[in-house]
């Protein structure tokens, strides 16, 4: 499996989110404590909001913990909302357009998980993809084409709507190929101005997943922590496992859930899957 953390709030230095913490995203590559392994070092990717028209994008095959370039862009960047992905491959190879967060237009995506079956399955699934989106995968991986299958049914209008027909498409194609647990997941995505992470599998024992408690209550926890004075109040992560070393800082997002942050404010709603017209 992966490791992820997703921010949004007032811009920061990547650096400061990615690499100062205890137990930072850069530490998990090498020493997870809740993955299903301990290393994730089969590349990296972050990606990043800032005044252009579309979020910029790094992605290496390097191990996150080795890598000179990826420490020199993320002291040099501040953004409001960014993403940061270390990977740990299943069956796909290690090379860069494998790597997340993935990109189209405005929108980013990263994915902690697998599709069961998934050498199975692909065709059915790459066939359901809008033609016109198409020609613009360019990995390998299980967790582009279920971007696609998002996009497809409407991911950048109805982010909810179109994760929940992406992944019933994916449960409805591996069960009628025999597969029992089809998906298995935790995903964020982001317009650059709201953030959607999602935590479900078919099996109901989902990858971990955990939201920040605000800003506010973590000051009156810890009043003495000048990090949190320096946050603004509508700063926010979700991650694969928490960062840093303050008891009661994370709330464990439940199984089948959505979590939607937007300007300083979460939401957690029911994820289901439903059923998707493919064409």
């Excluded at 996150?64 to 740990?88: T, Y």
């Excluded at 929108?107 to 016109?132: Q, S, T």
Aim: net charge negative; glycine share 8%.
């Amino acid at each position: 499996m992966c490791r992820w953390l997703a921010y949004t709030g007032s811009p920061v230095v990547l650096t400061a989110v990615l690499y100062t913490p205890v137990h930072s995203l850069i530490d998990q590559s090498l020493h997870a404590k809740l993955g299903a392994e301990t290393t994730n070092g089969d590349g990296f990717g972050i990606g990043w909001y800032d005044e252009r028209p579309t979020p910029g994008v790094f992605r290496s095959t390097e191990p996150a913990w080795n890598d000179a370039n990826l420490r020199e862009v993320a002291s040099h960047v501040a953004s409001p909302l960014f993403f940061a992905h270390v990977r740990a491959a299943i069956g796909s190879a290690v090379q860069q357009t494998n790597c997340h967060p993935f990109r189209h237009d405005r929108r980013l995506w990263m994915h902690n998980g697998f599709i069961d079956g998934y050498a199975r399955v692909k065709r059915e699934l790459a066939m359901a993809v809008d033609p016109a989106l198409y020609p613009q995968i360019a990995g390998q991986t299980d967790s582009e084409i279920l971007f696609y299958l998002a996009l497809t049914f409407g991911l950048e209008t109805d982010p909810v709507g179109a994760v929940a027909r992406a992944v019933g498409l994916v449960e409805a194609t591996g069960r009628a190929h025999g597969v029992a647990f089809p998906f298995q997941g935790t995903i964020a995505t982001s317009d650059g101005a709201s953030l959607w992470a999602f935590r479900y599998s078919s099996e109901g024992r989902t990858r971990s997943m955990f939201l920040t408690r605000d800003i506010p209550t973590l000051r009156e926890m810890y009043p003495d922590r000048e990090i949190l004075h320096a946050a603004s109040d509508d700063a926010r992560m979700v991650v694969s496992e928490p960062i840093g070393d303050l008891p009661g800082a994370w709330l464990e997002v439940p199984e089948s859930t959505v979590a939607v942050v937007s300007r300083g404010r979460e939401e957690l709603r029911p994820f289901t899957p439903t059923g998707a017209n493919t064409r």
